[in-house]
């Protein structure tokens, strides 16, 4: 019987071949189809070849998992998503001329009015109207200012290298408002464009859970003598203890020509790296990143950011408290301490 189930397979493997549908089965499982994956398995199974049968077996397995992990995200954003042009057509279906012979323009048409184009948030989108540095610096800056950021991603490819990889685009900016002085200027705004990439480590018992590479540039726009700016490469892992997510970064400053380096001695403040541990509790999450130039002498230096988020009377608005201690807030201020606490609002954590 069992010879004879064998025989039916090859033979239906065959037939597929013959129809051509070997190769449209191995793109669907390269794309991402675990069911395809697990029938090329069972045709390489039945023409005794484990190898290849085994590498179809776990691209199957990894595929389910990765599916099943990402389902209740995925579900969600499609769900915002088609909210978000219903509602356009709710309040635009009066004014524009509908586009029903042309399924293409109309497509289009609702991208540009509801300005979905998958661009999601990076790091923490926030307000907080009123800071206060309890340490007094030199330069004329008021102790209380407002300070915002503003951070958003997009994904460029998925998958390119075979990997379920990620390379994605982002944009941070943040911004220091002298909102007490009479003109009100802004003190100071750091950009950082990033070019990175994310991995997932497909290991459920595993306590990592993925990785992150990237290129990020930083600076303040300014002029000289303010000018400040420096370039770095990174690797970052996440690890996840119970509800804890752990998450160290290493980075490695690209050198720059000595007559154009506005700030040679940045790491000596900022040093190498940092760790972030974030703590999802309830509708409340809390956050520290912590920083340290590994110099346990006279120069040491380092930086603490602690943040609370917490649920507010809208979905997506929280409020948030933020403390930073220690150097490097912003750029201009690399080689100078800060004592800072703010309250405000956070839009995404």
């Known amino acids: 019987m069992r010879l004879v189930l064998k025989c039916g397979i090859i ?11 070997m190769a449209l089965l191995e793109e669907k499982a390269l794309q991402g189809d675990a069911q395809s994956a697990h029938t090329l398995a069972e045709h ?34 499609l769900k915002n998503k088609a909210a978000t042009i219903e509602r356009t057509k709710v309040v635009y279906g009066s004014i524009l001329t509908p586009y029903e012979n042309d399924p293409k323009t109309l497509e289009s048409v ?3 009015i509801s300005k979905v184009f998958d661009i999601s ?14 340490i007094h610096h030199t330069d004329e800056r008021k102790s209380v200012e407002t300070k915002f950021q503003l951070s ?19 944009y941070t900016q943040t911004s220091w408002w002298q909102t007490m002085q009479d003109s009100a200027p802004f003190r100071e705004t750091n ?101 340290h130039n590994m110099r346990f002498n006279d120069e040491s230096r380092g930086a603490v950011t602690l943040d609370w988020t917490f649920p507010l009377w809208e979905e997506n608005l929280f409020g948030y408290i933020q403390l930073f201690s220690g150097y490097g807030e912003s750029l201009i201020d690399y080689n100078k301490r800060s004592d800072r606490i703010g309250l405000g609002f956070a839009l995404s954590r």
């Open 11 to 21: 033979a239906q493997c065959f037939l597929c071949v013959w129809a051509g549908d």
């Open 44 to 77: 390489y199974e039945a023409l005794d070849n484990p190898k290849e049968a085994l590498y179809w077996y776990k691209k199957a397995s990894s595929l389910s998992l990765k599916k099943h992990v990402n389902q209740p995200l995925e579900h969600s954003l």
């Open 110 to 112: 609702e991208r540009m």
């Open 121 to 134: 948030p990076y790091k923490s989108n926030y307000l907080l109207p009123a800071t206060y540095d309890t």
């Open 152 to 170: 958003f991603q997009k994904n460029l490819s998925h998958n390119l290298l075979g990997l379920h990889e990620t390379f994605a685009l982002a």
């Open 191 to 291: 950009y950082q464009p990033e070019l990175f990439m994310v991995m997932p480590h497909f290991d459920k018992e595993s306590f990592l859970k993925a990785y992150q590479f990237g290129l990020i540039h930083e600076s303040n726009g300014q002029d000289v003598p303010k000018s400040r700016s420096w370039n770095r490469i990174y690797a970052k892992a996440y690890t996840q203890l119970g509800s804890l997510i752990i998450a160290p970064r290493l980075w490695y400053r690209l050198p720059e020509d000595e007559k154009g380096d506005d700030n040679p001695d940045i790491e000596e403040y900022l040093g190498y790296g940092d760790l972030e541990l974030v703590y999802p509790w309830g509708a409340h999450t809390f956050r520290i990143l912590g920083r």
